[in-house]
């Protein structure tokens, strides 16, 4: 069987950030490495692919996660990658790197999509789920976002305030800004340049994570449940279908996919308000 790999298409090869890194976080599925402050996700997973993300076969996985440790050195080329470790050297070395297009694109509005999708997000009740404590001032930022504006004041304070904000390896209100931010994109909404620049001069305020997470989704581009969900809207995909979907964005993570979704629910209001 050829082993072959999978790359986003953020990705221009596997070696795009450089050549020699290392491994930065390693978990059951998946291990991060770190090429001059940049992130690669790499995984077996089939269901799921970073917006910074490189999926592999099962059995390439497995190979090289013994020599998967924090620290180890790994050098990349345009189809292989060599693993250092105390254990010894081990090479993995693809047949063919396949680009996945996981850019956004603009969805068409359809009132039916926007009003099931708010009404699908409502019966959640995210916001006493969240990683956030919502006191007045998060419920004043919150009330801004749905009714938003140009003030590049108020964008600056917002970003400010939520950038980095919680815990764990995406923070939740970067979370929050991330799903904030793809309804905007998606909706190509004039406030989105706004939040751009806002967060450009902010995203080192955060964990490495998260900072490659937002740094891509500034440049437009998406983790594959995303891009499913985006298309769903785009199709006017049944009320189940795009229930399943944001299913998919609220299944990421301990709390990141409720506070992910919570930004997108304040993101469909604000395009309804619109």
């Known amino acids: 069987m050829k082993n072959t790999c999978q790359i986003s298409s953020y990705l221009a090869t596997l070696d795009c950030f450089g050549k020699i890194g290392q491994v930065h976080s390693v978990f059951q599925h998946s291990f991060n490495l770190i090429i001059n402050e940049h992130l690669l996700h790499v995984s077996d997973t089939e269901d799921f692919l970073s917006s910074f993300g490189i999926r592999i076969t099962t059995e390439s996985f497995e190979a090289v996660k013994p020599f998967c440790h924090q620290g180890n050195v790994v050098k990349l080329t345009p189809d ?84 980095g904000r919680g815990q764990g390896l995406t923070p939740s209100g970067d979370d929050l800004l991330m799903g904030y931010l793809f309804v905007l994109i998606s909706y190509q909404l004039p406030e989105a340049n706004q939040l751009i620049t806002a967060l450009a001069s902010k995203t080192d305020r955060t964990t490495i994570v998260s900072q490659n997470y937002l740094e891509a989704m500034i440049a437009g581009f998406a983790s594959s449940p995303f891009v499913e969900l985006q298309q769903k809207m785009n199709q006017a995909a049944s009320e189940a279908e795009l229930a399943q979907a944001l299913q998919r964005i609220l299944s990421i993570g301990e709390t990141s996919g409720k506070d992910t979704a919570y930004g997108i629910l304040l993101g469909l209001n604000a395009v309804k308000n619109k």
């Open 80 to 163: 292989s990658m060599v693993f250092y470790s105390q254990k010894g050297t081990k090479k993995i070395k693809f047949s063919s790197v396949d680009s996945v297009p996981l850019e956004l694109s603009t969805i068409f509005f359809n009132s039916t999509v926007l009003r099931t999708m708010i009404a699908e997000l409502e019966n959640f009740q995210l916001q006493p789920q969240l990683g956030l404590i919502i006191e007045e001032k998060e419920s004043a930022f919150f009330e801004f976002l749905m009714r938003p504006n140009l003030d590049s004041e108020v964008w600056n304070q917002l970003t400010t305030y939520f950038v």
